[in-house]
């Protein structure tokens, strides 16, 4: 049978809480604010430890933290691993059984993709369990276990419910190892872009010691694709117009003119499409085209893609006209 860690009378322990950073931290980018500790403490997260049974508050947290001197009860586990990249990260250390969670919402800019990443670590004194049914609750069965989620940030923060639950991004189970070095793991958000999301750090322990860890937490976002694609152009000699083929890459507006030379054209695209744009001569251009047969003209063309930035390539083309 495992021992389980004793449970101690503890004062008051302030938890590390911090306000929310909710929304994106510059035109178009989801920004996880101090996601790399590098602050030397938690702040733009917000965590919530519960306490242990018998005790009036909880024994630990997670902790900012540098080099490998644990920062929470460091006769129980003296050592931790050393934050992966740069001077700190976060982690948890505990004098007791509990439930641990750190959490940031984070506004995920509409269109863009979204990519999220994070180092992932830990080391279990106790072989890692998950109670089945599955629960972050610390007591009544085993529970030894870390997981990072991106939940629905109106849910309950213990959620484990599947409908609440956008993504997992790592969990361990039963048998998993009992120390995990430092991992990147990842998870394509790009589904709940123009949502604001909550990603979740949840450690449960009532076997031992776990020291979970995490470091370099981001979400890289990507503006929609602006790249167009010119394809054949056919002439209408009868009345000085050509057909241009333009290939875009999802919904937008694509415009081209040429004063003086074309009429403006605008076109709204509901989604990626191979479609045609008529360039017809202005009236101006058309008195040169019946005059010499032909106008070398170069047609600025731009396509905006909705949510994200213009890009403008330019179309060479030669009308002609019978004389």
């Known amino acids: 049978m495992r021992t389980r860690l004793p449970l101690r009378a503890f004062v008051l322990l302030a938890t590390s809480s911090a306000i929310l950073a909710a929304g994106a931290g510059g035109a178009g980018a989801a920004t996880v604010v101090n996601g790399d500790f590098e602050t030397g403490t938690l702040s733009g997260w917000t965590e919530q430890s519960a306490p242990p049974p018998g005790e009036m508050f909880s024994a630990g947290g997670w902790f900012a933290y540098t080099g490998t001197t644990s920062p929470f009860e460091p006769e129980l586990a003296p050592t931790v691993p050393p934050p992966p990249a740069g001077n700190f990260a976060a982690i948890v250390a505990q004098g007791g059984p509990g439930q641990r969670i750190l959490y940031q ?8 993709s979204h990519q999220f990443s994070m180092l992932v670590y830990y080391r279990s004194q ?50 998993s190892p009992q120390t995990l070095a430092a991992t990147t793991y990842s998870a394509d958000l790009t589904t709940f ?131």
């Open 105 to 112: 919402d984070v506004a995920l800019e509409p269109y863009y």
């Open 193 to 323: 872009a123009g949502q604001t999301v909550r990603i979740r750090l949840a450690e449960v322990d009532n076997e031992g010691v776990l020291n979970a860890g995490a470091d370099s937490v981001a979400i890289q976002s990507t503006p929609p694709s602006n790249s167009i694609k010119i394809g054949k152009k056919k002439l209408n000699k009868k009345k000085g117009s050509a057909k241009v083929s333009i290939t875009v890459p999802g919904a937008g507006l694509l415009t081209a003119k040429k004063k003086g030379s074309i009429k403006p054209v605008t076109k709204t695209i509901t989604a990626a499409a191979t479609l045609k744009i008529a360039l017809k001569p202005t009236s101006s251009a058309l008195k040169k085209l019946n005059k010499k047969g032909k106008l070398k003209i170069k047609v600025p063309v731009t396509f905006t893609p909705t949510g994200g930035l213009p890009a403008t390539t330019k179309v060479k083309v030669t009308l002609k006209k019978d004389l």
């Open 126 to 175: 106790e072989p890692l369990i998950t109670p089945s049914p599955n629960t972050l609750g610390y007591e009544g069965a085993d529970n030894q276990q870390y997981r990072v989620d991106v939940i629905k940030p109106t849910a309950s923060l213990d959620t484990l419910d599947p409908a609440d639950i956008l993504a997992t991004v790592f969990a361990t189970s039963t048998g």
